[in-house]
């Protein structure tokens, strides 16, 4: 059964960086909850994947003038309920800014910030303006991610768990000449790509208490993380030659692994609506807050910076020695 939405229920909302590659994930998970996109900012015009979502919403090229219009309707009583910020990494923090202070809470994609002190100082301006800031942490909506959850309460505490993560998403050479290669405004390969990925282990597991980098290039990180319940050996890259043969033979360039005890968990399927999963949750109260991504920002910040160890062979990605 279809349930009308009314109009008094729908929320408005604003979007910063509409032209990225993330953009159509938050302005589907908008339609799809009902609500509607009022407006929009990108430096860039090529956003006529609006069209698709909202042909009527508002466009801006200048953070200023989609700054006064989200202040202009919060007088006429139009303002928006939320700002949705797809814009580049390092833009985060100030777009979160400008979202809470023109009275809308903030819906940030992955990483939040940067730096684990920026939650800190957003946290401040959540209490100066009564807004939230809610980010998009997919994994801890998965299904399969769920019920691995859940199985292991049951379990309850058996000791520390032995996990393998292994993360390949192929990108061409425009990854690195592109603002996400620049580690001053991605935060670099671990951050960029694997802070989700991070963020479902301390939600699985437990706190970070032990961290250990083994290999750190632009294009492929590796290490070595203690948890409460787990040791995980880890691997992050964006290069396709580094594949697996039979995920290439596949034609696949993107391949995911987690291990636990030397069982595959599979959960390669099961994305598409993600984002939306989290819009919806969010809207009913039940989003996830600074405090909830707080683990894995603290965790890419110490990878980014922590000196290169040679790894013991226990704590070395079995799939490392491939790449030497």
Request: hydrophobic share 35%; aromatic share 8%.
């Amino acid at each position: 059964m279809t349930h009308e939405i009314s109009a008094a229920n729908i929320k408005r909302f604003g979007l910063t960086g509409a032209s990225g590659y993330i953009a159509p994930r938050h302005m589907k998970a908008i339609k799809d909850t009902g609500n509607v996109l009022t407006a929009a900012l990108d430096p860039f015009d090529s956003v006529g994947i609006m069209d698709s979502y909202f042909p009527q919403c508002e466009f801006f090229t200048q953070p200023e003038k989609f700054e006064r219009y989200l202040h202009d309707t919060r007088r006429r009583g139009e303002g928006a309920d939320y700002v949705s910020i797809c814009s580049p990494n390092h833009m985060h923090d100030p777009h979160i800014r400008l979202a809470l202070r023109a009275g809308s809470d903030a819906i940030c994609e992955k990483p939040i910030v940067l730096h684990p002190g920026d939650i800190d100082a957003l946290k401040e301006v959540e209490a100066e303006t009564g807004q939230r800031v809610w980010t998009i942490l997919q994994l801890r909506t998965h299904a399969a991610l769920v019920a691995l959850k859940e199985r292991l309460e049951a379990e309850g505490d058996t000791g520390q768990k032995d996990v393998d993560l292994t993360y390949m998403t192929s990108r061409g050479t425009w990854y690195l000449r592109s603002w996400k290669g620049r580690e001053e405004e991605s935060g670099g390969l671990a951050t960029n790509i694997g802070v989700h990925f991070f963020d479902m282990l301390t939600w699985l597991f437990g706190e970070l208490t032990h961290v250990e980098v083994h290999e750190r290039t632009p294009t492929l990180n590796a290490g070595y993380l203690e948890l409460e319940r787990a040791r995980v050996r880890w691997l992050l890259s964006i290069d396709e030659t580094l594949l697996p043969e039979v995920v290439r033979l596949k034609g696949q360039r993107t391949y995911r692994s987690i291990t636990i005890d030397g069982q595959e968990i599979e959960f390669s399927e099961g994305f598409t609506d993600l984002h939306t999963d989290v819009y919806r949750r969010t809207l009913a109260g039940q989003g996830f807050s600074l405090d909830d991504t707080r683990g894995a920002i603290e965790t890419v910040s110490r990878i980014r910076t922590l000196p290169l160890v040679s790894p013991a062979p226990a704590t070395r990605s079995p799939l490392l020695s491939r790449y030497e």
